[in-house]
Each structure stands twice: as C-alpha cells, then as structure tokens.
Antibody, heavy 121, light 107 residues
C-alpha cells in the first residue's frame, strides 16, 4: 500500500523556521518526482515546489521562492521542506505528492494526508 | 505565469444528473491538464490526466476533454459519492498551477 506521511507541522511565530518531512512507502520513491502543495483553510490548492528523482532539478512557486527549500533523501525514502521567514499567510495544510516524472503529464498519483502549519505570535 | 480559471465555482446538482465543469487556461497548454477530486478532510485524488486519460480505478462516468485553453470535466450520472470539489492543474511545465476549484453540492 502506498503511503505518504507528512510530519513537522505546528505553531510557529512569524519570521521563524520550520522543517516538514514526508515519509514514503509502498512505491519506488527514487523513481518519482516529489512535490509540496498547500491548502489554506477553506481555500484551494497551491503548488509550491518540486524536486526531481535525483535532486538535480528543483522549482518553486513565486510565493515561496527564496524562503522555502525542497530536498530529498532517497536512502531514507523521505522528502523535506525547509521553510524560513514564515509569514501568517503561510498558515495552511501542507501536502506532499508524487508524480512519475519531473516533466510529467500524468499528474500527481500519490498524496499524503497533510500536516498543518500555523503561523502566529 | 499561466492562470487556470474554473467555472462555475459552485454547481448544484442532483443524483443522476449529467454534470459539466470547465477549466480555462490563460495560454495554450496543449493537453497538459489533470483533474482532481477532493472531499472534505481528505487529500486530492487524481481522476484524469493528459486532459482525457482516466486514471486507473476511476469510474468511467468521469470523462475529460479539451486541449489548448479550454477543458471540460464531465460526470455522466452524478453519484452520492461524487459530491466534492474538483480542481484542474496544469502539468509538464512549471509552475504547476491549480485552478480555483468547482464545488459540486447537492441540489
């Protein structure tokens, strides 16, 4: 059974940092590009960042470029999101997701259940 | 960046209805589009990719069409479990933008 389990969310003050993790199992993690997507409470989905299977390519959405860093450790079947200089508008449910290739046209096949980030003083 | 606009934002329908929703891209994205279904408290689920290819395990009452800038998701006969929010997403080129969503509610 495919599982993506996000951890690391919580309450953080504005301007501080947080690191999210996503543990993968049940599929060949190192064959997949991985992504972070967030969803503000009661709102739609926002793609944030992607990383290729070998970490050779990364991309970021404009809202997080320069503040967030995506990384992965294939030996640990894990994906990470380092979030710095957090703002109140970063408060959201953060999902990790997997797609077969980095420049894929087949969509995000696998999703986690999300980890909640709250940014407040 | 390319924007995706979904319409309507809210759709009221009854079980058994044929339902159609739309996704418009601000520039030509060929057929690089996916559709997802999201139920409250759950992660999104991939329904269709490459604009019209049904993901494995998705019921055949779901279908997608379109290319370029205009895309359609159709549910041929709405079932109780289909009441949810549907999102389109641009694929292949970054950023992988999502549309704002269409919520399908019970009429």
């Amino acid at each position: 059974e495919v599982q993506l389990v996000e951890t690391g969310g919580g309450l953080v003050q504005p301007g501080r940092s947080l690191r999210l993790s996503c543990a993968a199992s049940g599929f060949h993690f190192d064959d997949y590009a991985m992504h972070w997507v967030r969803q503000l409470p009661g709102k739609g989905l926002e793609w944030l960042s992607a990383i290729s299977w070998d970490s050779g390519r990364t991309d970021y959405g404009d809202s997080v470029k320069g503040r967030f860093t995506i990384s992965r450790d294939n030996a640990k079947n894990s994906l990470y999101l380092q979030m710095n200089s957090l703002r109140p508008e970063d408060a959201a449910l953060y999902y990790c997701a997997g797609s077969p290739n980095y420049y894929d046209s087949s969509g995000f096949h696998y999703w986690g259940q999300g980890t909640l980030v709250t940014v407040s003083s | 960046d390319i924007q995706l606009t979904q319409s309507p934002s809210l759709l009221s329908a009854s079980v058994g209805d044929r339902v159609t929703m739309f996704c418009r891209a601000s520039q030509d994205i060929s057929n690089y589009l996916a559709w997802y279904q999201q139920k409250p408290g759950k992660a999104p689920k991939l329904l269709i990719y490459a604009a019209s290819t049904l993901q494995r395990g998705v019921p055949s009452r779901f279908s997608g069409s379109g290319s370029g800038t205009e895309f359609i998701l159709t549910i041929s006969s709405l079932q109780p479990e289909d009441f949810a929010t549907y999102y389109c997403q641009r694929l292949k080129s970054y950023p992988l933008t999502f549309g704002g969503g269409t919520k399908v509610e019970i009429k």
